[in-house]
């Protein structure tokens, strides 16, 4: 049965709070539950800044296949209507949990074991050949741990004038306290960059399954990716508790 939030926790809910000095200014952020109203904006998010900057859809220019970035929109906006996305903003210092600037989101969701697999929404060449890597590591991972129930995500980012303050970590901190507000007790994830990789890592996340992205090239020619910055793909999980 495909998971559907519970009305007994409160809808949006903020998760997690913390802050960063910079230029000398303390500067507060908090993370709370992405709103309907914010689906349009995330969604462009996503096409012009997730899609232009993650390894993969940077190394295929996702951005150039119209058919891929309409199936990437249907894929999140489906994401979206599980409400369970997170959304991080930097707090207005006169009025608490006013947000004062968009900074970064995590495309977070719940998946069952008997889930039917999102195989049909995806549409387009370039976004299905990412989908199926991912989806290989994701395969290859669930051979050392298959949870009945987990959190996965299809898509961290951090808005570039944000990036370089560890923010992403926080972001997947926030996933443990709403993880247990529903009785979620893994979070899984396929980590495509070494910046998220490192985040991931100082959460306490810990592979299932790594490969380096020359290798993903051999298990099907398709999966060939042009990527300097990061030198593997990483399946990783963390237990909440
Ligand atoms: C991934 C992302 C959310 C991280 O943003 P962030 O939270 O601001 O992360 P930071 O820039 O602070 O980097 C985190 C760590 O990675 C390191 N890092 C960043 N880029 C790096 C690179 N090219 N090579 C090596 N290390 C790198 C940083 O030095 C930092 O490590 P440190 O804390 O030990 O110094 C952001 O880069 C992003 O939105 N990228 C585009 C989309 C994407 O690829 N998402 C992840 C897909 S899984």
């Given at each position: 049965m495909p998971f559907v939030r519970p009305d007994t926790v409160p809808f949006p809910s903020i998760w997690h709070r913390f802050e960063r000095v910079k230029d000398g200014r303390t500067r507060k952020f908090f993370v709370q539950d992405a709103t309907e109203d914010m689906f349009p904006f995330l969604l462009d998010h996503m096409v012009e800044a997730f899609c232009r900057n993650?390894?993969?859809c940077k190394s295929l220019d996702i951005n150039s296949e119209p058919e891929s970035i309409e199936g990437m929109e249907i894929l999140w906006r489906h994401i979206l209507e599980g409400k369970m996305v997170i959304v991080c903003f930097e707090e207005d210092p006169e009025i608490p949990g006013k947000p004062?600037?968009?900074v970064g989101c995590n495309m977070t969701y719940i998946a069952e074991k008997d889930d039917p697999t999102m195989d049909e929404l995806i549409i387009g060449e370039k976004w299905k050949t990412i989908y199926d890597a991912v989806d290989f590591c994701g395969r290859e991972g669930s051979k050392i741990l298959k949870p009945d129930r987990y959190m996965?995500?299809?898509g961290l980012s951090v808005l570039q004038r944000f990036q370089g303050m560890s923010i992403g970590k926080e972001i997947l901190d926030a996933r443990i306290p709403l993880c247990k507000a529903f009785n979620i007790p893994w979070t899984v994830t396929c980590f495509t960059n070494i910046a998220?990789?490192?985040l991931a890592l100082k959460c306490k996340f810990q592979n299932?399954?790594?490969?380096?992205?020359?290798d993903l090239e051999k298990v099907?020619?398709?999966?060939?990716f042009d990527i300097k910055s990061t030198k593997t793909i990483r399946q990783m999980y963390r237990q909440v508790e």
């Open positions: 993650e390894p993969m004062l600037r968009f996965g995500a299809m998220s990789q490192k299932l399954f790594e490969i380096s992205y020359d099907d020619p398709r999966f060939k």
